[in-house]
């Protein structure tokens, strides 16, 4: 049996339910952060796969590409908005920051 | 002076007691003399009205002048064309003098009143009323129409209805002015008809409009029967205001206002005001009418001298005497004799004036006492007061070199005149009984006021004369009360100017219903003067007649009044005793007011409590079975309000509220909530999208 889009996308949809339960279930905000990656890279696998056996050129490893850029860049936002959560709330429990204004 | 110069001068003196009225009326508490406001505009007027008499006289002698304008235009009306209302002022000879005459007097109530007055808690209030007062006389005065007639009319009620009840805290005094009040409103129901049928058929209040529409034959609905009927409806308003039989009630009660009120409303205010209506509407009275007026005049004038005898209290002595001659002057009317009844009511007005001032003098002097018993002797203590009251009281019984004098012997001739042409001897023999009953109750009066010996010794001990300011007012009306401002000569009065400027106007009615001496004789229809000579020497005779019997009833009276009270030789009270039953009858005044009070008082008490009942019962019942009713509605209404309308407004707020609560619980704040959400609508959304 050799290895085919479906186990790709199959591989894919494991990846983003992981990283969703990640999102929906962790307190910490750096897991919550870790599974938005796994979101993210579940859906480069997603591009990669399909542009891989479609008929769509590069475009798809191109996205995937702009994707693993851009979630540099969320990366280092994100984890700079939550080192000032923590500055201001002492904490990075996110069940705990529900206040909008203070 | 021109005409409307003149004309203006008579409207500003006509407004003039109304200025001070206003004045005194909103500001009086705030001036401090406030008499002076009041008095300074009767002086203006008094000195403006004689400006207006001497040139009225001078230079208009026969001219009426009349200012006149459209007061309301109805355009014109169905059936009745062009309809409008005129007003205006009318100056003759007639009114200009009696203006003249109500400032005199006028003038010298108020300044009578200063010290009469002083330390009434309503002083300015006072001489505000007295303003308005002289102020709605003069429009009576000086109108040249009915309606405004009426108008000034029912002011002067009002204003005498003030007046009479300015003590109100007294309840007599109270009762006094609501009897005025009410007594004179039944002759103004006469009056007012007159009014309405005159109207109705001429469309014109204006008096001479109607004098002329009557003197060309064109008489009221056709008929002369409302010809006579219109003229005895009008004088029913004189009834009440004059206070003639049967309305003379009221005027004895009037007492009980302040004396120089009662001066003003005996003299030349108020009951003037029915005299000067009757003179006023002379000339459209029928024979029958003329007839009617007299009676009515001479029994007044009987039926009060007679009460007066009796009384004990000064004013209502004065008042009896005040009806009395009243009534001569209505009879004098009706007997056609128009000049003196308008000279006795200007010779009237100053000598009853001053005998009221100078009961108010000697009631001021002896501490409110009003009661002759308690005086005497007092001639002593108030000499002045007494001499100024002995004048009067001479002119009132008409001795010669008084003004009343020639004014009395004139009536008295005119009703011997007039017997002797109709052969009413009823008048004439009526007014000579009573000229001697004057003589003797007014010198009765004096005799017990002013001589003998004091009978009240404490009151008399304090007893004092009067002030400067009460004095002056009698002096000159004592003066006044001399022949000489009316004649030359003490006899006869036809020399003097009074005679040559007040004409007697012939009568307008047509020829089959006036008294022929009345009409219009050919040979003088230039001037006013009407009489035929036949009549002019028959009056000239009946009057030295007149004059002889009339100086003995005088001198009659007063003899018997100086055997019984100054000598004493027949006693008072033996004489009472004697004839008690005449002398009650006397006391209680004709029971009059007993009569009244059981008969027309008693039915109005007993048909309002009928009325009341009715409106107790049946239109109260009415009115609360409605209010039940409505309550009934309203409370079943509000049932319905409270549970079913507002049960619907309540159960979709706590139907809102419920789901409130449960939809609140999604929002939490957290962030990871909201995103299962967001994945649950995507998941439910892409089973949707699947399905279609």
Redo the contacts between chains.
């Keep these: 049996m050799s290895v085919g889009l479906y186990h790709f996308i199959t591989l894919s949809a494991i990846l983003f339910s992981m990283g969703i339960f990640a999102v929906l279930t962790r307190k910490n905000a750096i897991q919550v952060l870790m599974g938005i990656e796994l979101i993210l890279n579940s859906a480069n696998i997603n591009f990669v796969a399909f542009a891989r056996y479609g008929n769509f050129g590069y475009n798809g490893q191109i996205v995937a590409l702009f994707v693993i850029i851009l979630a540099a860049a969320e990366a280092a936002i994100a984890l700079a908005i939550v080192l000032n959560i923590y500055k201001h709330f002492n904490t990075v429990n996110v069940d705990e920051i529900d206040r909008l204004k203070e | 002076m021109n005409e409307n110069l003149l004309i203006q001068l008579s409207a500003i003196n006509l407004f003039l007691p109304l200025i001070g009225f206003i004045i005194l009326i909103f500001f009086g508490k705030r001036i401090s003399r406030s008499h002076l406001v009041e008095i300074s505009t009767i002086f203006l007027g008094l000195l403006a009205s004689i400006v207006v008499v001497h040139q009225k006289l001078s230079y208009y002698e026969i001219k009426d002048l009349v200012y006149e304008f459209q007061w309301i235009d109805f355009g014109k009306v169905p059936f009745l064309g062009k309809l409008g209302i005129n007003l205006g002022i009318q100056v003759d000879n007639v009114s200009a003098i009696m203006m003249l005459t109500v400032y005199i007097v006028s003038f010298v109530v108020h300044l009578f009143s200063i010290k009469y007055m002083e330390g009434d808690p309503r002083y300015s209030r006072y001489f505000a009323y007295l303003g308005l007062f002289t102020f709605s006389m003069l429009g009576i005065v000086l109108t040249h129409n009915f309606l405004m007639m009426y108008i000034f009319w029912e002011l002067v009620g009002l204003s005498s209805y003030l007046l009479i009840g300015f003590w109100f805290e007294k309840q007599s005094a109270a009762d006094a002015a609501k009897k005025a009040f009410i007594v004179n409103r039944i002759g103004d129901i006469g009056f007012f008809l007159g009014i309405l049928i005159l109207f109705a058929h001429y469309h014109t209040f204006t008096f001479s409009e109607i004098f002329s529409q009557i003197s060309q034959g064109n008489l009221p609905f056709n008929s002369g029967s409302v010809l006579t009927l219109v003229g005895i409806l009008i004088f029913c308003g004189a009834i009440g205001k004059s206070a003639q039989f049967p309305l003379h009630v009221w005027l004895p009660d009037a007492m009980e206002g302040p004396t120089p009120v009662s001066a003003l409303i005996h003299a030349a205010t108020m009951v003037a005001a029915g005299v000067y209506l009757v003179a006023r509407i002379f000339v459209m009275l029928t024979s029958d009418a003329l007839l009617f007026i007299a009676s009515i005049g001479a029994i007044t004038a009987f039926i009060s001298a007679t009460i007066a005898i009796t009384q004990t209290d000064i004013k209502r002595i004065l008042a009896y005497s005040t009806v009395s001659q009243l009534g001569y002057m209505i009879m004098s009317l009706g007997v056609g004799a128009y000049f003196f009844a308008f000279l006795h009511l200007i010779t009237h007005a100053f000598f009853k004036a001053g005998l009221f001032l100078g009961s108010g003098s000697v009631i001021h002097a002896m501490h409110h006492e009003q009661d002759i018993r308690f005086m005497g002797g007092l001639r002593k203590k108030l000499p002045i007061t007494y001499y100024t009251f002995i004048i009067f009281t001479l002119a009132i019984s008409g001795i010669p070199l008084t003004s009343g004098f020639l004014s009395k012997d004139g009536i008295l001739g005119g009703t011997l005149a007039f017997a002797q042409l109709t052969g009413y001897w009823f008048f004439p023999v009526i007014g000579f009984f009573v000229a001697m009953l004057t003589a003797f109750y007014m010198f009765r009066l004096v005799i017990l006021t002013f001589h003998g010996e004091p009978r009240d010794y404490q009151k008399f001990e304090h007893a004092h004369e009067s002030p400067t300011t009460m004095l002056i007012p009698l002096i000159s009306l004592a003066l006044l009360s001399i022949f000489i401002f009316f004649s030359p000569n003490p006899l006869n009065i036809e020399t003097g100017w009074f005679y040559k400027w007040i004409q007697t106007p012939h009568t307008i009615v047509p020829k089959e219903m006036a008294f022929p001496f009345m009409i219009q004789s050919e040979i003088s229809s230039a001037h006013k003067i009407i009489h035929s000579k036949v009549y002019t020497e028959i009056v000239h005779h009946a009057h030295s007649t007149a004059m002889i019997i009339s100086l003995i009833m005088a001198g009659l009276g007063i003899l018997l009044a100086l055997i019984i009270y100054q000598w004493r030789i027949i006693s008072a009270d033996k004489l009472a005793l004697k004839l008690s039953l005449l002398y009650k009858f006397s006391l209680n005044k004709w029971y009059f007011d007993e009569l009244y009070s059981k008969t027309f008082v008693a039915f109005t008490i007993g048909l309002s409590k009928v009325l009341a009942w009715f409106d107790l019962k049946i239109i109260d019942g009415i009115v609360n079975g409605v209010a039940g009713v409505t309550r009934w509605f309203s409370a079943s209404s509000g049932l319905f309000d409270n549970k079913v309308i507002d049960g619907a407004v309540n159960l979709t707020a706590s139907f809102t509220g419920f789901f409130g609560l449960i939809f609140r619980k999604l929002q ?5 909530t909201y ?2 959400m967001v ?1 649950t609508g995507i998941i439910i959304l892409f089973f949707i999208i699947k399905s279609i």
Excluded: A, D, N, R
Aim: proline letters at 0%.
């Design positions: 939490t704040g957290k962030v990871q995103l299962v994945l």
